[in-house]
């Protein structure tokens, strides 16, 4: 059968305003880059080394063992392929898509432990063989017990001078390191975080070098329990483990010890700074503003196609079923989440771009930009997060009963991607940093100090309302200036709600708690506001062709006045808004989907997700949905036999008994 | 080991401000009722025969076979048992829990089309057959093409006068029948919705009964190609199916003429009223209602307990790690689910209650009611289960990292009781019916027509607000005028809306798509009013006692405050709200919880949902979380041995041959 395209795509795409290609260079840097990245993507997706049956037809196991073997394969063509360290991310997304794999901590936080925090003797001594996978390790930080709060981790590693040695213990059950990504299965070495503790004191979480299973026989060594922690919601591809130690004795140059150091005599030596760690968070917590981006982009991709595809009901007697994509409603759904898609990529690569000019003002000793941006950084990445849940679920209900199925794909982006709202820093806890870092700065500028930086706004606050002028509100101007008001003035109650609480008797923690609504409040005000602000100021890159800055202007107009209309409350409490301000926000999103109808798929197409990352039937670029949902279906476990098996066990002779007895 | 109760959790139950088996009576509907509950449930999770490894470690195809065993053994059971068709109910969700099974369309659906829709000889010809399980039936009638839009079928059933045989057809692919429950592998016959035609003229939707599987071998029919649709999100334990007919014959006698006929000349009779389907449907969403209700209850019962149990970070330096529950953020997180479980628990019942009446005036001819009833269920369905996803999700992401893992039971729950924002009406369609409904109902106000029942409050609208008094916020009057004020308000804006799309030159299809989201939100606002109004309602019940009097108020002004600050904009949009009154609501939501904090655990474990049912560790009665975890984990399929299988096969000669290489 030819693949033909769906006329419904088809048309689509000859209708829409402009080349899509233009907007993927805007996203991904440049049309040099693009061509890498569909260069390697098709090296990836075209390699049979890579094919398997469905993982959706795989037992939690069989999927575990697939992607094992995907990822020590992938790590070997790496290597033989000789691609560029920049480069490579394409193409390992081309192999594993959204899922996380075995590998996945190894190169993403183990290696990385051991370049920021071992000592140079500690990377002649490990690095090599870690860079080339001779061991491969993990970093065991979160406990069954504690996850975000580091310091109440109950590991300990116990210094004893006599022989120089770090003795390791899981005291109590809680201890049991739970949840590290390939501890259960795959490695034999970790980082582990435990508390320090020398002659009866203890000097708070430090990283120690682990070995934990054989090299000769992968059995895990003496004192050392470790397993799977069972399956999981979504990351069925990947062992996370647990591990309990039972004195287990390491060498004391087995501390990383490139910040704080322990002397063999026990001496402790502290690091310079406390809030080094703030600059891997910052990386960590990007990547996770760009995660949210990809998963609403593959997201809406997969359901603005179908939502071409699909045609349904009777707009108008007579008439053919309209595309669903023209109900309005529809639009509604999905039009705000393709522009957060956008607004997210955008902040991501914003914030990339500030941790590397501030990575290079750190290592000259300059850490003052740090707690402004670690701040930041934790509500960005709550923001980001919490919508891409919400957005990605909105996408699924928006295909119907099809979106249900694993066949559409957007159960698993779900089940896989959902964690970003959770890890590195529950999204809550995450906000209220932000929150405290704002109270913070906002009671320098009651001092009389001047704020610089993404808080420089709080500075002189003023809570009266700029009431009864008329506003254009698709001026993005307009909607910054609005944004940046309901964040002072959230920022300016949540002070306020917060020194009440300390008026009326309660002492700092208690106020704290009792503000703690107010202050995440406060602190997604702000986040939002940034996002907005960075996307109006991308906008005004000279060098973009006018007519994607035409229809980008559309979609950051749509996130602005969607956030408005969705938080009116925030705007209209103190008068600043006026109701008419949001009626008329109202129609202009109207009028703005309007617009951005006949470009949806051109601007999905633009995120440049090839079908063999979407692993999408209802998301196929051809169109060809239901074919191909019929032959999904065909090749599942169930229809290997036109008789299951369980007929003959169990339906034949309840059947035949009740005919029997009839 | 004793089986002793984690003492956080004891100590909650003894500061508990009331006997929650007094609201499980009221929420039940009496102790005896209770009583027939918890026996029917011990006697089905003490039964050995149902037992089972772990569902979340086996396969979908397992599970599928699992659920087919367990069923059928219910049946029997439930006939040996003797136990009242009132009661089934509590025995069979003790064996399944959330879960669908393989006969759930053959008790749900199948039969019920039959008493409803079959005339006597054909009661008479298949009712003991189907009755009593000699055949075993499904509900055929969402095809891959169509879901909601039940016009739109595809499938036919052309009459044949010269045999006086309808001849079944799947006229091309989309018109494939896909979704129905237990069609793929299980039934063996189902009730099929096609499209009349007779002399070739289309008459619309039928039901026909119709032999899919010889009853000899269970092989699919001449011209019947069957089977499973494949892997979903959830309803692992159930064999969706698909359908395709390729001239199938069958006799004129199994269309099912207890309405409409079909004369063996090829006569067609019209049924007495179109509406008469209503009362089905209303029955159908206001079960959604209850099972979103259920949801709610089921996932703040395993996220309230586990926050309970759970200690984490340091509130005040020195002291002991708080009970997650004292954040206030997670109070806000989890109380209004609370809340909302109840309330949607409450509309359920006035919703069944209200059909039960119905019904009776309907037998009697009378189906004036209908309409509204129909209009109404449809409202409350989409915002209950919409609620009730959100809420689920929230109470997972609430458990931290732990909520993500299969142990937690809440990502089984999501993926089980997601689909009834979909099924049974897609909720954005539903809410457009409520609009629809509410359009006309305005109008004829607007024509001087007095309304009643549950839009008697859009006669008389008085668009102008009530500005300038001061309002005790707590006051569920208060509140409920709010409500009311706020739905009149945004029925009457989507009404103005509608009109000026038709007076700048839109037809009605046109102008009501560009209203659409406006009628949407007009019909969430009234189906928010019914809910709020109901739960305050039911509290003026006299037979109250008032200790659970107190604590079901406290919920119910929780439930309409945090509705209000949700969407205050509503409230401040015209001024009929203040600044001042939101203000006040948020201080007054921050004392609720506060209030509320000490009878969380007794108001989940009013719910009265079984260990069994939960299915959670984290929700665990005895609170005994960390050390199941454990056990758990090691139970499940990766730690069959300490060193997988997939080690011998990929990671032992990678590592070999990385080392060779250092």
Redo the contacts between chains.
């Keep these: 059968m030819a693949a033909t395209v769906n006329p419904d795509l088809k048309k689509e795409r000859e209708n829409s305003s402009f080349d899509p290609n233009k907007i993927t260079s805007f996203l991904y840097g440049g049309p040099e880059i693009v061509k890498k990245k569909r260069e390697l993507e098709s090296l990836a997706l075209n390699d049979p080394d890579y094919q398997h049956e469905d993982l ?6 069989q999927q ?2 697939t992607f ?2 995907k990822t ?1 394969l992938m ?2 063509k790496v290597r033989e392929l000789k691609i560029d360290v920049a480069d490579r991310h394409f193409y390992r997304s081309a192999v594993i898509g959204t899922n996380p794999d075995p590998l996945g901590l190894h190169v993403g936080m183990f290696l990385p432990t051991l370049y920021g925090q071992a000592s140079q003797e500690q990377k002649d001594k490990w690095l ?2 870690a860079e ?5 390790g993990t970093y065991a930080q ?1 406990e ?6 580091l ?2 981790l109950e590991t300990t590693a116990t210094y004893d001078p006599k022989t120089q040695e770090f003795i390791l213990n899981t005291p109590n ?2 201890a ?1 390191k ?2 590290p990504g390939g501890l ?3 490695s ?1 070495y970790c980082v582990l975080m435990a508390q320090l503790y020398i002659h009866g004191k203890s000097y708070g979480p430090h990283p120690f070098m682990v070995q934990i299973r054989s ?1 000769q ?4 060594l003496p004192g050392v329990t470790v ?9 069925d591809s990947i ?1 996370n483990g ?1 591990l309990a130690l039972n004195n287990v004795r390491i060498p004391r140059e087995n501390m990383l010890m490139k910040h704080s150091k322990v002397a063999p005599d026990g001496t402790y030596v502290k690091p310079p700074s406390s809030k080094l760690a703030y600059g891997t968070m910052v990386f960590v917590r990007a990547t996770i503003v760009n995660d949210s981006a990809t998963a609403l982009a593959i997201a809406t991709t997969i359901a603005i196609r179908y939502s071409c595809v699909r ?6 007697p007579g008439h053919p ?1 309209p595309q669903v994509l ?5 639009q ?2 999905l039009f705000p989440y393709l522009a957060a898609a956008y607004a997210f990529w955008l902040t991501g690569q914003t914030m990339m771009s500030v941790y590397t000019t501030s990575s290079s003002q750190i290592s000259k000793g300059d850490i003052s930009v740090l707690p402004e941006l670690h701040a930041l950084s934790a509500g960005l990445k709550a923001l980001s997060s919490w919508v891409a ?2 957005g990605m ?1 909105e996408c ?2 928006a295909c ?2 099809h ?5 559409s794909g957007l ?1 698993r982006l779900y ?1 896989n991607m ?2 970003g ?3 590195e820093g ?4 995450m906000m ?1 940093q932000t929150a405290r870092y704002l109270m913070k700065s906002y009671n320098q500028s009651l001092q009389g100090e001047k704020l610089a930086g993404s808080v420089a706004y709080l500075s002189g606050v003023q809570p009266v309302p700029a009431a009864g002028r008329t506003r254009n509100m698709l001026d993005l101007g307009v909607l910054c200036d609005a944004y940046r008001h309901r964040a002072a003035r959230l920022v300016h109650e949540a002070a306020v709600q917060l020194r009440n609480e300390r008026q009326a008797g309660k ?1 700092q ?1 208690d106020a704290w ?2 503000a ?3 202050l ?1 409040k406060a602190a997604m005000a702000h986040s939002q506001y940034f996002v907005v602000k960075n996307f109006a100021e991308r906008l005004t890159d000279s060098t973009l062709d006018s007519s994607i800055s035409d229809v980008l202007t559309r979609l950051c107009q749509l996130h602005a006045l969607h956030g408005l ?1 969705t ?9 600043y808004l006026t ?1 008419t301000d ?2 008329q926000a ?1 129609r202009h ?2 009028a703005l989907m309007a617009k951005l109808r006949p470009d949806a798929v051109a601007l999905v197409d633009a995120f440049d997700f090839p079908d063999g990352i979407l692993n999408s039937v209802l998301g196929r670029y051809d169109g060809n949905v ?2 191909h ?2 032959e ?8 290997k036999t ?6 003959h ?4 002779p ?2 035949e008994d ?2 029997a ?2």
């Design positions: 959706n037809f795989m037992s939690q196991e575990y063992e094992l073997k020590l790590v070997t090599k063989m080339n996978f001779a061991i491969i979160t069954m017990g504690h996850g975000t709060f310091r109440g059950l809680t049991s739970w949840w259960g299965k795959t034999n090299l026989d992968h059995k895990p397993g799977d922690i069972g399956p999981k919601f979504g990351y062992d647990f045609r349904q009901s009777e707009m108008r079923e023209d109900y309005v409603t529809q509604y759904k849940n919400v679920e699924r209900m119907g009963g979106g249900y199925s694993h066949a159960p089940a959902t964690p709202a959770t890890y529950e999204n809550t806890v209220l002492d923690p708690n009792a703690s609504v107010d995440v209309v938080n009116s409350g925030d705007f209209l409490e103190d008068g109701g949001v009626r109202r999103i109207n239901y074919e949902l019929l999904w279906a065909k090749a599942s476990p169930l229809n036109d008789v299951h098996q369980s007929y066990k169990y339906l034949k309840f059947l009740n005919r007895k009839l």
